[in-house]
């Protein structure tokens, strides 16, 4: 317990214990205290867009069935059978109306409600023996969306999603609101790594720094139109509500132009300024930042991109939305999505997603270049020397906590939280802080449900 107040009392003044990259202990505490009461993205509306349609996602070890119900309603139940605790849904992804388990036959309808028993008078004695009635998969304790985003928390007392996101709904619309169609999905990709979760979500939050050294052969091979990488260096990077960012400068010039620069079509352009906020829009157009990548704590990140395609000086915007799945201490599973905006033209779509694929997803070159870091760090961390050694995690930020690069202004910068150019981990801190603040807070256990009895309770229990 002390060894554990000291670890968070230096995360919090951003000198980090180079260990919780690697460290069983830490991995139990976030499995108790942190993974079971955020909000958890686990898939998008468009994935599962007709009544049947499911996939099956995590929540660390808690395998969910997320699926759209008869009637159009989104639903995700605990995969696990009533009866002895099968996996009731072996599949990855479908369409159905029941889910049979297939232990000994229980079968449930896609709203979760329990409508097979095999041999229900034989065995139990009807329903004297066993109430068959009102039975249901468990559901996920919370679940709400934002933008088609469905998220699922396993706190039956956590805030409001939106006040989860807060600000931070600002800059999600720029990956997932791009118009009034919403985006597409197509993937995920899903691949693991031998890296710890948190090293993916702080990199994509703010670590502009990398970019310069880690992905120099890609400048150099000219995939991008920047011809040095320490361009990086002219964006901005934000934090708000629970999340944060990084941002490119782009040239002068008005919001059409720039928006061109990156390589939207016209007709895009149109539908963006239709959708976006007077404010959105400014920081684009008055301000000259464009959203690259970002990360909703805990483990969710985006990247927004614009490689050349094919051999020409023209770019292409992508979109990939990336999830740092724990499987332990020193390794995660990416689930890598490409989003499109769902009313863009479909040659749009095709060259979209090859930008995608050259830069990220499991081949692509930026993701090749990233995990190598991430891997050795993690190997790296798991022995006793790294727990003789305080990270320095301060950058931006002088001996006194003084800011090395002030606050951009709301003239220099129309977006909500704070805002700085430059290099700096901010947001990394601001990360590693509600970190802490999770692991800082003990859980009360949940109380459990009894099944099939007269007294048991069951959440949504349907007559
Ligand atoms: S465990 Fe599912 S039917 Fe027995
Ligand atoms: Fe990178």
């Not at 066993?130 to 699922?152: C, D, H, S, V």
């Not at 939050?205 to 990398?210: K, R, V």
């Not at 007077?278 to 991109?305: K, T, Y």
């Not at 999505?337 to 979209?352: H, M």
Request: glycine share 10%; proline share 6%; with cysteine.
């Amino acid at each position: 317990m002390t060894e554990q107040t000291s670890v968070l009392r230096d995360v919090r003044r951003g000198m980090i214990p180079a260990h919780i990259y690697n460290d069983g202990a830490v991995f139990a505490l976030e499995k108790e205290r942190l993974f079971s009461r955020a909000w958890v993205f686990t898939a998008h509306e468009s994935e599962i867009a007709k009544p049947g349609d499911y996939v099956v996602r995590r929540v660390l070890e808690d395998s969910f069935i997320v699926t759209r119900d008869e009637k159009g309603e989104i639903r995700a139940h605990f995969n696990m059978c009533l009866h002895r605790g099968m996996q009731v849904c072996r599949a990855e992804l479908g369409n159905a109306s029941h889910f049979r388990c297939p232990y000994h036959g229980w079968s449930y309808r896609n709203d979760g409600r329990l409508v097979g028993l095999p041999f229900h008078q034989d065995a139990y004695g009807g329903e004297e023996g066993f109430r068959r009635k009102g039975q249901r998969l468990l559901p996920a304790p919370n679940l709400a969306t934002y933008n088609g985003m469905i998220f699922i928390s396993l706190d039956p007392q956590a805030p409001p999603l939106a006040d989860y996101l807060g600000d931070f709904r600002f800059y999600l619309d720029y990956y997932t609101k791009q118009s009034s169609g919403g985006i597409e999905l197509r993937g995920p990709q899903r691949w693991r790594i031998k890296a710890n979760w948190k090293i993916g979500a702080e990199n994509f939050a703010g670590d502009m720094y990398h970019t310069p050294q880690t992905h120099t052969s890609v400048v150099e091979i000219g995939l991008f139109r920047e011809p040095k990488a320490e361009k990086r260096k002219d964006g901005c990077t934000y934090w708000a509500g629970n999340g944060g960012g990084t941002t490119y400068k782009l040239p002068p010039g008005g919001l059409d132009e720039r928006l061109r620069y990156v390589g939207y079509p016209q007709e895009m352009i149109e539908r963006m300024k239709a959708t976006w906020s007077p404010e959105q829009l400014a920081v684009i157009g008055d301000n000259g930042f464009m959203i690259s990548a970002a990360s909703l704590f805990p483990n969710l990140s985006f990247v927004h991109n614009w490689p050349r395609v094919a051999d020409s000086e023209d770019v292409l915007p992508f979109i990939s939305i990336r999830q740092w799945q724990p499987i332990g201490a020193d390794e995660t599973e990416v689930l890598s999505w490409f989003a499109v905006d769902a009313q863009a033209p479909e040659e749009f779509k095709a060259l979209s997603y090859k930008a995608y694929l050259m830069c990220f997803g499991s081949t692509g070159m930026f993701e090749q270049d990233d995990v190598e870091n991430w891997v050795s760090l993690t190997s790296t961390a798991a022995g006793s020397m790294a727990r003789r050694l305080l990270l320095n995690s301060r950058m931006g930020m002088l001996a006194d906590g003084a800011p090395v690069t002030p606050d951009l202004s709301p003239e220099r910068f129309a977006g909500p939280g704070s805002a700085r150019v430059g290099y700096s981990e901010y947001n990394q801190r601001e990360l590693l802080n509600r970190w802490a603040d999770h692991l800082e807070r003990p859980i009360d256990a949940p109380a459990a449900v009894e099944v099939g009895t007269a007294d048991g309770r069951n959440p949504e229990g349907c007559a």
